[in-house]
């Protein structure tokens, strides 16, 4: 029993790593298009990315041990945080930096941003600290705290 | 920085995320894990800051607000949080990922300059499909997980809410979000049409969590953490970032993966869990009203039986949490440790609020996790075991979903409990579980009932062990 899951598991990391590079050469716009020989419009390539992506995550929330599966959710939580790169490009936006943007545009963009890089701030350092805490708590037999 | 070192940063985060969740695989690695997660977020926000510098000080002071006020909220709350709470502190993390994917793609839709994506009222079609699909599921994902939180946390009934025709109001609805996003995506980008798009999301986040019942909260949590997710990837294409998509994927993924282990625990089909209407915390349908005759016993009985036992079997439930039992649980463990006994823990995929909600709770006990075992890994050790003390538990050891079928539970999996030479079923009152369902078990021969709040009847077993 033990034996087989072993297996199952190295499958696992295996497949995961496999489609880790395939993301990766698929995400140089450069490799491929030079095979086609023509240009890919870039969302083509992002869809790329986003499948494999799917994929990777698949294998690999498979291989989480069930005893993780809160951790899980807590630092899934804190990485979808990551969309505060979009609240730093909104809170960024500077009145006359860019083409037709009038004043009211930028005052928008800026509160939508500040609003949404507090929620993603509370959400990173949130779900980053709560999962390392229940990770600290995680012992062996005769670990010693 | 060129645009292409940009891209590859972002990339460097996405497999740094890849990481952290691949160090899940077991708590040995996972410490480490956590730690990739934090670079690759750490390497994502300085990118973002280095490509789009703030301007002026007026900017950069907002911006370090926002993160201060924010990070410490986060950094405070995770702090504070009681590990029982976890549950509703999950939920309402997934409504803040809701939230702010909802207001990116406002500040996309205001100012498209800085995102790259063309100018005000004249955005690409592409984009805009991102867009709205990203803001739909957020807003979403927002009301819901916010009904989920107040239902997790108590501040609102357990009990499923069901209104009248909402197959009709819900399809309605579904259809009117689809139709607005064509509208919207013709409009190039018409900012009534996106506002009308968010309330109309948030109106049917919430109606389409009102009807689902308690116990199936771990399918609703599950659900909610993958639309969080799906709902990154969609604003993730409006901003071109790849790291942004990875994690998208990731998280939608994982998220469905737990909601199929959860159905699956249940023996329900996800189909079933989302129309909604099961697991109110209400009284099943009344058995005939006969009462079968029970054995009640005290702690000191429950210490003896246990003392005397080679092997004790303990299957942990939702009232362990609810009556913060952990700490005592363990020192149980640990008392019959000492006069030899073999101590082990089984849980069931279901136990609790949310997924691997019992594992955390022992953990923080300090319960060795060697010691604690999955369903499929202990069920066959139960017709060995000489005691089994269940504790805050029932549904999950409900015979009748094996053996009754016009039980509604039957085809679940369940932990053999009854196949133990003595069973300790400790619960506040005889009461059905959270499924509503009368258990079988309770009447056995074999059967202790331990009437009395968990945490109290352990305190006083253990205390009756010492003796």
């Known amino acids: ?145 | 920085m060129t645009p292409n070192l940009v891209a590859l940063l972002y990339l460097v985060s996405g497999v740094l995320f890849i990481l952290a969740l691949r160090g899940l695989s077991s708590p040995a690695t996972s410490r480490q894990g956590n730690y990739f997660g934090m670079t690759g977020m750490a390497i994502a926000m300085v990118t973002t800051l280095a490509v789009a510098a703030p301007q002026s000080v007026w900017t950069w002071l907002l911006l370090l607000g926002g993160l201060g006020v924010g990070g410490s909220i986060g950094a405070v709350t995770a702090r504070r949080i009681a590990m029982t709470a976890m549950p509703e502190l999950v939920a309402a993390f997934h409504s803040l990922v809701g939230l702010a994917a909802v207001f990116v793609a406002a500040a996309a839709l205001y100012a498209p300059d800085s995102f790259g994506i063309g100018t005000r009222g004249a955005i690409g079609a592409a984009s805009l499909i991102e867009m709205s699909l990203g803001v739909a599921i957020g807003a979403i994902t927002f009301t819901g997980s916010v009904i989920a939180f107040a239902k997790l946390s108590g501040r609102m009934s357990g009990k499923p809410i069901i209104l009248p025709a909402r197959h009709a109001i819900n399809l309605g609805l579904f259809v009117a979000i689809v139709y607005l996003i064509y509208l919207f995506c013709q409009s190039g980008g018409d900012a009534t049409l996106f506002w009308a798009i968010t309330l109309l999301s948030m109106l049917f986040g919430v109606l389409i969590i009102i009807p689902i019942g308690g116990a199936d909260m771990p399918v609703v949590v599950s659900m909610l953490n993958s639309y969080s997710g799906w709902a990154a990837a969609g604003i993730g294409f409006t901003l071109s970032n790849i790291a942004l998509i990875i994690t998208g994927a990731l998280v939608g993924s994982s998220g469905a993966i737990l909601s199929y282990i959860m159905c699956k625990g249940m023996n329900r089909s996800f189909i079933s869990v989302i129309l909604g209407g099961f697991g109110g915390e209400t009284a099943g349908p009344a058995a005939g009203g006969e009462q079968k005759p029970v054995k009640l016993g005290s702690a000191e009985d429950a210490a003896y039986v246990m003392k005397n036992a080679s092997k004790v079997i303990i299957v942990p439930g939702y009232g362990m949490a609810v009556a913060q039992a952990q700490h005592a649980l363990r020192e149980m463990g640990d008392a019959l440790k000492k006069e030899g006994v073999e101590v082990k823990y089984a849980i069931h995929p279901v136990a609790g609020r949310m997924p691997g909600h019992m594992n955390v709770l022992l953990a923080e006990a300090n319960v060795p996790y060697d010691e604690v075992f999955e369903l499929e890994d202990i069920n066959s050790e139960f017709p060995q075991a000489d005691v089994v003390y269940v504790i805050g538990a029932n549904d999950v050891v409900n015979p009748a979903a094996e053996n009754d079928k016009t039980s509604p539970i039957y085809g679940m999996p369940v932990l053999q409990a009854w196949k133990a030479g003595t069973v300790l079923f400790n619960k506040r009152s005889l009461a059905s579980g959270y499924a509503g369902i009368d258990n079988p078990l309770f009447y056995n021969d074999n059967t202790v009932m331990v009437l009395g709040d968990a945490k109290k009847m352990t305190e006083e077993i253990v205390k009756a062990l010492a003796h």
């Open chain 1, 1 to 145: 029993m033990h034996g087989r899951k072993q297996s199952t598991f190295g499958r696992l990391t295996a497949l995961a790593a496999g489609a880790v590079t395939l993301t990766t050469a698929l995400a140089s716009p450069a490799l491929a298009a030079g095979g086609i020989g023509g240009t890919i419009d870039p969302i083509v390539y992002e869809l790329m990315v986003f499948v494999m992506a799917i994929f990777v995550g698949y294998y690999v929330v498979w291989a989480v041990t069930p005893a993780l599966h809160t951790p899980l959710m807590s630092v899934t939580n804190a990485i979808s945080s990551v969309i505060v790169v979009g609240a730093l490009l909104a809170v960024a936006v500077e009145h006359g930096a860019v083409s037709g943007l009038t004043g009211g545009d930028t005052v928008a963009s800026k509160t939508f941003g500040v609003l949404a890089l507090i929620m993603a701030a509370v959400n990173i350092f949130g779900g980053f600290l709560v999962t390392q805490r229940m990770l600290a708590m995680y012992k062996k037999k005769g670990d010693k705290r």
